[in-house]
């Protein structure tokens, strides 16, 4: 999978950094959770495409993957002289289409926030969006976060089965 996504240990490093300037003002400041939601909603979002094989979302952050790979990669050269080095990849799980839909929805959700919010909020969905989507390809952050799909699946199936159920 790793032809597919091309991550570098250098685009990881790229997005932790993300995720510390993200992180970072939160921890220094008030420590409100509300303050969270916008990263955290890119974040969900990004860690769910990656378990969207075969759709735009998937492809997306298979994508954003490979730019911040890339990028760090560049980077990394530039700065210490040294190459690239890659890293294997995983996947959290699978979507049924009941998931799918769960998905799309937070999609949408994700969506309407960001253009709800300001500037300031907008690049934190963002870089929630990106830290989300590269980090989810890593093993271990990938089966730590098994449960997420299988919420999303169960989420859906129980929706299906609402909108199913005959009026009695």
């Not at 860690?47 to 094989?53: D, G, N, P, R, Y």
């Not at 299988?150 to 009026?167: F, H, I, K, P, Q």
């Amino acid at each position: 999978m790793n032809a597919a996504t091309g991550l570098s240990l250098a685009g990881v490093a790229l997005a932790l950094v993300i995720l510390w300037a993200n992180f970072r003002p939160w921890y220094r400041g008030g420590r409100d959770p509300k303050a969270l939601v916008p990263f955290g909603a890119g974040w969900l979002l990004g860690s769910l495409a990656t378990v969207c094989v075969g759709g735009a979302l998937g492809w997306g952050a298979a994508g954003i993957t490979g730019l911040v790979a890339k990028a760090g990669d560049t980077a990394v050269g530039s700065i210490v002289g040294t190459g690239a080095a890659a890293l294997a990849t995983s996947r959290m799980g699978t979507l049924t289409p009941e998931g799918g839909i769960v998905v799309a929805l937070v999609l949408a959700a994700v969506v309407i926030l960001h253009k709800a919010s300001g500037k300031q909020d907008g690049r934190r969905i963002l870089g929630g969006l990106v830290t989300g989507a590269v980090l989810g390809f890593l093993p271990g952050v990938a089966s730590a976060l098994d449960w997420l799909p299988e919420t999303a699946n169960m989420v859906g199936a129980w929706g299906y089965d609402l909108a199913n159920r005959s009026a009695a």
